[in-house]
């Protein structure tokens, strides 16, 4: 009985490490291939069989006046809306979290649970939804294609992850907290910047992260609301591919684009396994 | 603010979570109560009954609905918690997880700009009285749930010259030896700094080795206020009676038969209340097992019993009989021989409380 426990156990991870990394490995092998390597019959060892060149990973740093597609201002321009976005999506979501979960607020039949909930439903509307309102918006202001713009519409689709996980992780640090700090002297912003926000740290990192992954991966808004002047990683990621399609930058280009969030998920797992997350509340 | 240590008076106060309400439910209902400084108090009821609101009235964590708090004669009702110079410690511990344990003895002293040789000799006085000198270096979060308390307690003592230390059940989760000790050192801190100290608890031993003073309460009332002695021997109500000393007061149906007697079943009970006015009215007859003696044969005073149980708990024995359908527990010496079946038990006139409507006479 163990002993197939055991061979199942290790069946699974085995079976679900290779479905994980494959792929991976794939883009890895393929990003190095030509034409000629990607569409011809292999000899002798699949994947590694190959005359390596680096030809798909130049393209994606020419120019496209010599014939490639420059993603580098893309990316630069994916980190600095994401990473602004996710900021300030972060401080203030933090703010209406720590409000929501400590005071109590009525306005007719709305209570706090209604507001947490309304912030919420930002996301589970369909985004089809909200991309005529936000193209009008931005056209209306005048930050239609423009990296400003993208980071006023990405506070938007952000910060409800923010309040969603911090509301949650607020709720679980005991209001004695607060006061102990109201009664050792602090005033209530000291209480909270200088005693219940270093608790939070772990939520703060974990929201952190999903606004990261949640920015760094939105095709659709940077699609529709961006035309010439300002691109951003997906989108030219995506316009990357013509009638061959070109396996190899693609797989450059997914690998450089996925870089950002396994360094993330590495330092996130860092945090995680120190036991910040589990020990900060008892 | 440098307010030190003073008497506080809660003038009138009660309190309902729902003001807005018609019908508002009134955790505290209305109280006037005065402590003096440099006392030890204990605050004693059942869980819910409002204890902890009293508390977090006086730290200003909760404003009274009405009345008003002053210390020292000067109104603090509508001074915030952190201009109240008043120290809390809750049930639970509750410590400041990113910093070490000297970090979090400091941070009430830090807070009010204590200059840093002050803070240094205070730690160190705290930190040796609660056994935390080795830990000081430590992350907070890496102590023990007892060592954790302690840091709590710490904070709450690190000040000097605070009104009043507040404590909230602060014992619960630490082992009983320390228990023990602690309890004696806060006695000691009280004695030595004259600081006022409150201590909730819903353990009634807790409260009489602890405190001076004791105020019951049941159901946002305070029932009795008094030395650990006139609780034990004169409730003042039944709930008192039942609350406090175990096993609890023996409390029985009873008719007023005359001035100075009542009727249980048809034993007559002579008491030293006046019972002039209550005559044949239902009132209570209660009295401590503790003070019910074996009588040899029958004579004024007795009642007569069927043993149905005998318990020996090692330093005496408890017996249960039944007298008609009422049952009478009386604590007995353990060397004293009990008879078998029947016997006869005899109530102290003197150690004999009536309750018409649950009230003391």
């Not at chain 1, 909200?130 to 910060?159: N, Q």
């Not at chain 2, 204990?42 to 964590?61: F, R």
């Not at chain 2, 080795?134 to 954790?148: E, H, I, M, V």
């Not at chain 2, 029932?223 to 650990?228: D, I, N």
């Amino acid at each position: 009985m163990s002993k197939l426990y055991t061979f199942l156990k290790y069946f699974f991870i085995t079976f679900w490490t290779v479905f994980v990394v494959a792929p991976f490995l794939w883009a890895v092998s393929t990003s190095f291939k030509d034409f000629q390597s990607v569409n011809s019959k292999v000899t002798y060892i699949p994947w590694l069989d190959f005359e390596p060149t680096l030809e798909g990973w130049r393209v994606l740093v020419k120019s496209p006046a010599k014939g490639g597609v420059d993603i580098v201002e893309p990316y630069f321009n994916s980190i600095f809306v994401t990473c602004t976005a996710s900021l300030i999506s972060i401080v203030l979501g933090t703010l209406a979290a720590y409000a929501l979960s400590r005071f109590t607020f009525k306005a007719g039949f709305v209570r706090n649970n209604d507001i947490t909930f309304f912030f919420i439903s930002q996301r589970i509307m369909p985004p089809i939804v909200l991309s005529i309102p936000f193209f009008i918006f931005l056209s209306t202001i005048g930050l239609l294609d423009s990296l400003l713009g993208l980071v006023v519409v990405y506070i938007v689709l952000l910060m409800p992850i923010a309040v969603w996980i911090m509301v949650d992780f607020f709720n679980r640090v005991p209001k004695e907290l607060d006061e102990t700090a109201l009664i050792d002297g602090c005033n209530p912003y000291q209480a909270f910047y200088k005693v219940v926000l270093p608790n939070s740290i772990p939520g703060l990192i974990v929201a952190g992260m999903f606004c990261i992954i949640f920015g760094w991966i939105d095709f659709f808004f940077a699609f529709i609301l961006t035309f010439t002047e300002v691109q951003l990683l997906p989108v030219k990621v995506v316009a990357l591919n013509s009638s061959i399609t070109p396996w190899w930058s693609l797989s450059a280009s997914a690998l450089v684009s996925v870089a950002p969030l396994i360094i993330v998920a590495f330092i996130v797992e860092r945090y995680l396994s120190k036991g910040n997350l589990s020990g900060a509340l008892k | 603010m440098e307010e030190q240590m003073a008497k506080i008076d809660l003038s009138n106060i009660s309190h309902t979570y729902n003001p807005l309400d018609p019908k508002p439910t009134y955790a505290l209902n209305p109280f006037s109560m005065t402590w003096e400084n440099g006392k030890r108090y204990a605050i004693l009821g059942p869980s819910g009954c409002g204890k902890t609101t009293m508390l977090n009235i006086v730290s200003g964590l909760v404003r009274p609905s009405k009345g008003e708090i002053l210390f020292d004669e000067t109104p603090v009702t509508d001074l915030k918690t952190e201009d109240r110079n008043i120290a809390q410690v809750f049930q639970f511990p509750v410590i400041y997880n990113t910093m070490t344990v000297y970090d979090n003895l400091a941070f009430p002293l830090r807070c009010r700009e204590f200059t840093k040789e002050k803070i240094e000799e205070r730690v160190k006085a705290v930190s040796d009285t609660l056994n935390l000198s080795s830990f000081l270096n430590s992350p907070a979060r890496k102590l023990t749930a007892d060592q954790k308390q302690l840091i709590s307690l710490g904070r709450g003592l690190v000040r000097e010259d605070v009104a009043a230390v507040l404590m909230d059940e602060p014992l619960t989760v630490i082992d009983p030896d320390l228990k023990f000790r602690l309890r004696r050192n806060l006695k000691e801190i009280n004695e030595q700094y004259k600081t006022t100290l409150v201590y909730v608890t819903h353990d009634q031993n807790e409260a009489m080795t602890f405190a001076e003073n004791i105020i019951v309460m049941d159901q946002g009332e305070i029932v009795q206020v008094g030395l650990p002695k006139d609780l034990f021997e004169k409730p003042k109500t039944t709930f008192v009676g039942y609350f406090i000393g175990s096993p609890a007061m023996n409390i029985f149906h009873s008719t007023v038969s005359s001035d100075h007697e009542v009727k249980i079943n048809d034993t007559t009970i002579r008491t030293n209340s006046n019972l002039g006015n209550l005559k044949d009215k239902n009132v209570k007859l209660g009295i401590r097992s503790e003070f019910i003696e074996l009588a040899e044969k029958e004579k004024s005073n007795t009642v007569k019993i069927k043993l149905t149980r005998v318990e020996d708990f090692g330093n005496f024995k408890l017996l249960t009989g039944k007298m008609g359908d009422l049952v009478i527990k009386s604590k007995v010496e353990r060397e004293k021989p009990i008879p078998d079946g029947e016997l006869n038990l005899y109530f102290p006139p003197e150690k004999c409380c009536v309750y018409s409507d649950e009230k003391l006479v």
